[in-house]
């Protein structure tokens, strides 16, 4: 009797313990990120700049796509007018309204950099899930071709991608910064899969006789996305400032009816003597944009990682 | 260790083979062809036929594709359309340049990474750890180009204290074409000086990146072996503070760092792109970074080569290097 208390005792402990525990993985990842001020500072400067460049074109002062006479007037090698009225930031290199073109280039530069990362998101996974739900010889003729992709420096490959077109344009650089991160996914997404080939849910449902695709797509696939998440949110960052590289070397979109923070940044420089501040505010756009989505991302790896779970 | 080095260069060699695969596949897609990508600007109707019966891209792929491997063993990769020399005379010109910018800024990323990342690990959750951390963060989030401008302008432009481009003013005798070098070959003290002074900023832009890295990965590490038995057992063994700290911490941690160090290779090649144009600094990185603004495939394709297999290369002896200092990676598989 003694015996069997103790045992009911221990149910009900481990069934308080589950309760406990029992809150899924994300959640509970969420309410640790909740917790760190890293967490919500990346968090918040990524609302603050989707809100931003959602909002743009309707809170923007000027047309930033209209050259002023009276900013163009003032116009020389040697001078490009500052801060006047109605010109909150004065001109830029080329008479526009400074300020309204830094504020509108927010949507370009997330555009960009939300695209290329979805483009390689999306290769990368159909790579990588194929190769760790099929395995054998389809598994190492896929990883060849990534390992070989990632023979190159990433910029390099990105470089000889948009060389490839005569003229630069947007989708030359979202294809060629897409491309860059193809093999980080599909090598993370098979590392993700061959863990769960391997595990007991997995096992479970075969032996029940559930159908391969059915275990791929609501067993395996469902538990690998972590990681991929938390990387998206890297690349979403190193997009960013990869595009603006491409935009130095003179492969990005030199179309002035576009503006993006890394185009203006790479064209300022040649005026830097004159106006810093063409360089200084579209860098540290960059650098503050690409911060938040690194914190954000790096917390959320921390705080989904099991070895910090309670 | 013969046997696994011998295995890791067998298997380097299918990479290659795809690589050149590739780059063969990627000079075919050009725009307008290869002939006429080959010849630029100056290209007319004749030039691109007699140029196409030249490359033999009037005979089967196969074929083609065995004369282009042909080309790459002896170096002909053909004329520049930008200088119109040959590409292979260029890069040997400039290939001191970047080895100088490029070892030079890792010496700076392992000189500085190391400490700080083991002493941020020592100090974990302080405040010089904070700091280390979110300035690591901050030196990847900056575009290396912009970091250069950043550097000439202030320290060049605004308080004249360095050059603000180029590797020498005045420049000794040509020996090596490393310039620091042949400044102390020569006796010419005067110009290592100012080949140095020259080199101080593009390798701390080229630095910051390579930096940021191995601070993270030392500090990762450290904390991790400070975690393990063996470090207890030699405080349970009475061993001093310093003595752990230099046998057991230390030597135990740089293990991943060595790997992470020749990794750099890759963002060194790439960084050297963005640095070497804003500071004018003539290697292989600005052959790059010029060749792309006129399209200048014949480099393009010979340089994107040279990154390709020198970076395969870099991994290779990294391989075999973790091998001679990890036992058990050459036993492992």
């Not at chain 2, 000189?111 to 979110?134: H, K, W």
């Not at chain 2, 701390?204 to 500090?219: C, D, E, H, N, Y």
Request: net charge positive; proline share 5%.
């Amino acid at each position: 009797m003694k015996l069997l208390k103790r045992k009911s005792d221990r149910i009900d402990e481990l069934a308080a313990g589950a309760g406990e525990g029992g809150t899924s993985l994300a959640a509970d990842a969420l309410k640790r990120m909740a917790r760190s001020p890293v967490a919500v500072v990346g968090a918040g400067v990524v609302a603050l700049f989707v809100i931003l460049s959602a909002i743009a074109p309707w809170i923007a002062p000027k047309d930033p796509f209209t050259r002023y006479p009276e900013l163009r007037s003032e116009l020389t090698p040697t001078n490009i007018p500052g801060p006047m009225p109605g010109f909150l930031l004065g001109s830029d290199q080329n008479g526009y309204d400074f300020f309204s073109r830094l504020l509108v280039a927010s949507q370009q530069t997330l555009i960009v950099g939300v695209l290329a990362t979805l483009l390689g998101l999306t290769v990368g996974m159909i790579i990588g899930g194929l190769a760790g739900a099929l395995g054998g010889w389809v598994d190492s003729a896929l990883m060849r071709l990534v390992d070989i992709m990632l023979s190159l420096p990433a910029l390099l490959l990105a470089i000889s991608i948009a060389a490839l077109f005569r003229e630069g344009s947007q989708w030359t650089v979202i294809i060629a910064v897409g491309t860059v991160s193809v093999p980080i996914f599909a090598r993370l997404l098979r590392g993700a899969m061959l863990a769960q080939r391997e595990s007991d849910h997995v096992l479970a449902a075969t032996a029940l006789g559930v159908r391969r695709r059915t275990v791929v797509f609501r067993h395996m696939l469902p538990n690998s996305l972590g990681p991929v998440i938390v990387q998206a949110t890297l690349t979403l960052a190193a997009a960013i400032i990869e595009a603006a590289s491409l935009s130095f070397l003179g492969l990005g979109d030199p179309s002035p009816r576009r503006a993006e923070w890394g185009l203006m940044l790479a064209q300022a420089q040649r005026h830097f003597e004159v106006k810093p501040e063409l360089a200084f505010y579209p860098a540290a756009a960059i650098i503050i944009v690409a911060l938040g989505f690194t914190l954000l991302g790096e917390s959320m790896r921390e705080s989904l990682d099991p070895k910090n779970r309670r | 260790m013969l046997r696994f080095i011998v295995r890791r260069l067998i298997q380097a060699i299918p990479t290659l083979f795809i690589l050149s695969l590739l780059v063969f596949a990627w000079l075919r897609s050009l725009p307008g062809g290869p002939a006429a990508a080959l010849l630029g600007e100056r290209q007319t109707a004749e030039s691109i036929a007699r140029l196409n019966a030249a490359m033999g891209l009037d005979q089967p792929i196969y074929v083609q594709y065995i004369k282009f491997l042909g080309r790459i063993f002896t170096g002909d990769f053909g004329t520049s359309t930008v200088s119109g020399d040959p590409v292979m005379a260029e890069i040997r010109r400039s290939f001191p340049a970047t080895i100088e910018l490029g070892l030079c800024a890792l010496i700076l990323a392992v000189l500085f990474g190391i400490p700080f990342g083991y002493l941020a690990a020592r100090r974990r959750g302080s405040f010089f750890d904070n700091a280390t951390v979110i300035s690591t963060l901050v030196g990847v989030a900056i575009p290396v180009f912009f970091l250069g401008f950043l550097l000439k302008y202030i320290f060049a432009n605004q308080f004249r204290l360095l050059p603000p481009s180029g590797r020498y003013a005045v420049g000794a005798p040509d020996i090596t074409g490393f310039a620091t070098l042949d400044g102390l070959l020569t006796g010419d003290l005067a110009a290592t000086s100012d080949a140095l002074l020259h080199l101080v900023l593009p390798a701390a832009a080229l630095a910051t990146i390579p930096f940021a890295v191995i601070v993270r990965i030392t500090r990762a590490s450290v904390l991790d072996v400070m975690d393990e038995d063996f470090v207890r057992t030699a405080e349970s063994k009475g061993l001093t503070t310093p003595v752990i700290r230099r046998r057991h911490v230390l030597r135990n941690a740089l293990l991943p760092v060595a790997t992470t160090i020749g990794l750099q290779t890759g963002l060194l090649l790439a960084g050297a792109v963005l640095t070497e144009k804003v500071f004018v600094w003539r290697g292989l990185g600005w052959l790059l970074a010029t060749g792309i603004e006129q399209r200048d495939y014949p480099r393009l394709q010979a340089l994107i080569l040279l990154a390709a297999g020198v970076y395969v290369l870099v991994n290779l002896l990294v391989d075999i290097s973790y091998a001679i200092i990890d036992p058990r990676v050459r036993v492992g598989r």
